[in-house]
């Protein structure tokens, strides 16, 4: 299965963009790139997906490298509700595992 | 309103008696899975259904049962529950695999 790699934590200042980063070698070719985050007490929420192109709503942006091989996720003003576990996963389209492997994710921590 | 609604929230209950944690949800979503969370590990899948009558196992299906009779339900089925299943579980699904997944808001549970 294709798995991801994420920094355990990063920290931010209120205020300041936010790349956290997601690596994914063995993405493949028909794999989305799925971003949740989790605050604290609370379940997951869905943040963002993509497949090949960058994509933006109104919560972040999400870069996809050309290779696929990675992406990152966009907080362009972080807030202090932003102070969350943020997961990258991989959803497959095709065949017959669709298993989800979220991962222990990247820990937030936003400054005021 | 759109949810996933999770029955009991909280559960505090002895080994070896057997216990079923809800699930619900009202998207008329074919997608829906299980998971639980621990410190330290992040999300682990146990159980996912594709559709009615058709599911398959996660990262850690043991001591865990699953059905889905209907569309709207996904109960998770401890037969006889130890201590090391101790844990926070949360109930998602989505419209399809690919798709975003909405997330219940999650039961905890103490096996003494």
């Known amino acids: 299965d294709a798995k991801t790699t994420q920094p355990n934590s990063m920290e931010s200042n209120e205020e300041e963009p936010v790349h956290l980063p997601c690596n994914h070698s063995?993405?493949?070719?028909?794999?989305?790139i799925h971003w949740y985050r989790q605050l604290p007490s609370q379940g997951p929420e869905y943040v963002i997906h993509g497949l090949t192109s960058n994509v933006n709503n109104r919560m972040a942006s999400l870069a996809i490298a050309e290779d696929r091989k990675s992406s990152t996720l966009i907080l362009h003003r972080a807030t202090l509700r932003d102070a969350a576990v943020y997961y990258c996963?991989?959803?497959?389209?095709?065949?017959?595992?669709?298993?989800?492997?979220f991962g222990k994710g990247t820990l937030l921590t936003v400054n005021p | 309103e759109a949810q996933v609604t999770q029955n009991p929230r909280y559960l505090i209950t002895v080994t070896g008696k057997k216990l079923t944690v809800t699930c619900s949800q009202n998207m008329n979503h074919e997608y829906m899975s299980w998971y639980r969370q621990d410190p330290g590990l992040g999300l682990r899948q146990i159980y996912y259904?594709?559709?009615?009558?058709?599911?398959d196992k996660g990262d850690v299906p043991e001591g865990y049962k699953v059905s889905r009779k209907e569309k709207r339900n996904f109960p998770l089925i401890l037969e006889s529950p130890s201590p090391n299943q101790t844990s926070l579980y949360f109930c998602a699904s989505s419209s399809r695999v690919r798709q975003p997944q909405h997330f219940g808001d999650g039961t905890r549970l103490s096996i003494l």
């Open positions: 996963i991989l959803t497959s389209s095709g065949g017959s595992n669709y298993k989800l492997t």
């Open positions: 259904s594709m559709n009615v009558e058709v599911t």
């Open positions: 063995t993405i493949s070719g028909t794999d989305y």
